[in-house]
């Protein structure tokens, strides 16, 4: 009988990143791979973003709406109680071998607690990475005790992981699936994105993507006014943003962004690009600006200047290619003033990204195949200790 192995995806990044790992899974006909649904992928505020991957030709096995109208924390905690009502119902009635997931978002946390619960194994894509300025680092740990099987995008992630206890037997170095994506998919060029986005692309631009600092009491707002202000004095650059995750304070900052698009010529925003547009964005684009983990991960590929803004990704392995600088209209004045001149354009396009060599779905699958179909997982782990 062919083995089930469920696929968990909550938000448009989660399932660019998903994508090729999905794709080879359902390749092996040994595994019968199930996509299961939730969080902003089911949102309007959030585009509605589960119509990509229907159009991608991928059955959805099953949509699980959580997310709640606010973006306060008590809205998080209640969201994070009806994902664990609704997949409890749905490891009852599936019953998969195995749950794939990636990253550190609360809908993922809540999950993998009814996963847990059902005695599913978890396979954890990206454990051991550190962003202190984020309640993710604490969700992302959380998982990684969860989980029997981790797949790391670096060596020094990998270590942290055996750091926690988890056998090095158990924890792979596969590398970061967005360097995949960018070296075998067919981009778009500038005036097929142009295209695209029905918009003017014919002067420098921006791409712009800021979340809640969910670890600072005011991480909204006061954060999005001063970069507001930074982009007031750089009024010769175009800026492309993609809208906040669906974090406590998501949907204040998605606001403030609606609000300054209309006001601006030099402005436009989307719900969600997709990853065949981002990339293809980010490929042209002067600087990716804001806190976003892909001015870290994928950016660099493209020898692209990064402005990481504030503490969410702090803590995080970058490249020589990432400016970071605090959350104040001068600070990201300076941080734009040196992304844009030549002698650092220079520097950046010869950056050396640390996330990988582009093969981590291939990586992933042949785990995940010798695990499931050799029926290797045993799901009492044992504490795996280090020598101080």
């Known amino acids: 009988m062919k083995k089930t192995i469920s696929v968990l995806t909550a938000s448009r ?42 159009q991608d030709g991928y059955p959805i096995d099953m949509k699980i709406d959580i997310l709640q109208e606010a973006d306060t924390s008590a809205a998080v905690s209640i969201a994070m109680s009806k994902a664990i009502i609704g997949f409890a119902q749905y490891f ?3 019953k998969p071998d195995l749950l794939l997931v990636l990253g550190d978002r609360y809908e993922t946390l809540a999950v993998c607690i009814a996963a847990m619960n059902a005695r599913i194994p978890i396979a954890h894509l990206y454990g051991g990475e550190t962003t202190e300025g984020a309640l993710d680092e604490a969700i992302r740990h959380a998982i990684t005790k969860m ?12 270590k942290h992981v055996i750091q926690m206890g988890e056998s090095p037997d158990r924890v792979y170095q596969v590398g970061a699936i967005g360097i995949e994506n960018i070296r075998n998919m067919k981009l778009l060029t500038r005036e097929e994105l142009s295209k695209s986005l029905g918009i003017i692309l014919d002067r420098p631009y921006a791409l712009v993507t800021f979340h809640p600092v969910t670890l600072d009491k005011d991480d909204g707002e006061a954060q999005m006014e001063e970069l507001f202000g930074a982009f007031e004095w750089q009024k010769d650059l175009f800026y492309i943003f993609t809208k906040s995750n669906a974090d406590a304070g998501g949907l204040t900052i998605n606001r403030m962004i609606d609000e300054y698009v209309m006001k601006h010529k030099n402005a436009c925003a989307f719900d969600s690009l997709g990853v065949l547009r981002y990339l293809s964005a980010m490929k042209y684009c002067e600087a990716v600006i804001g806190n976003s983990s892909s001015g870290l991960i994928e950016a660099p590929s493209f020898g692209v200047p990064t402005i990481n803004i504030g503490d969410r990704q702090k803590g995080r392995l970058q490249s020589t290619s990432v400016i970071n600088c605090n959350p104040t209209t001068e600070e990201i004045k300076k941080a734009i003033t040196l992304a844009r001149s030549g002698k650092y354009k220079e520097s950046a396009s010869r950056t050396v990204n640390p996330y990988g060599d582009g093969e981590t779905s291939n990586k992933v699958v042949e785990v995940l195949k010798e695990y499931v179909l050799g029926e290797k997982i045993q799901l009492k782990k044992k504490f795996y200790d280090i020598e101080f």
């Open 13 to 54: 990044a989660e399932y660019g990143l998903l994508k090729p790992i999905i794709a080879k899974l359902r390749d092996v006909l040994d595994f019968d791979v199930r996509i299961v649904v939730t969080g902003m992928h089911l949102s309007d505020a959030y585009g509605m973003t589960f119509k990509e991957i229907e």
């Open 92 to 94: 009852e009635s599936r």
């Open 147 to 158: 989980s029997y099987l981790h797949f790391t995008s670096t060596e020094l992630y990998r």
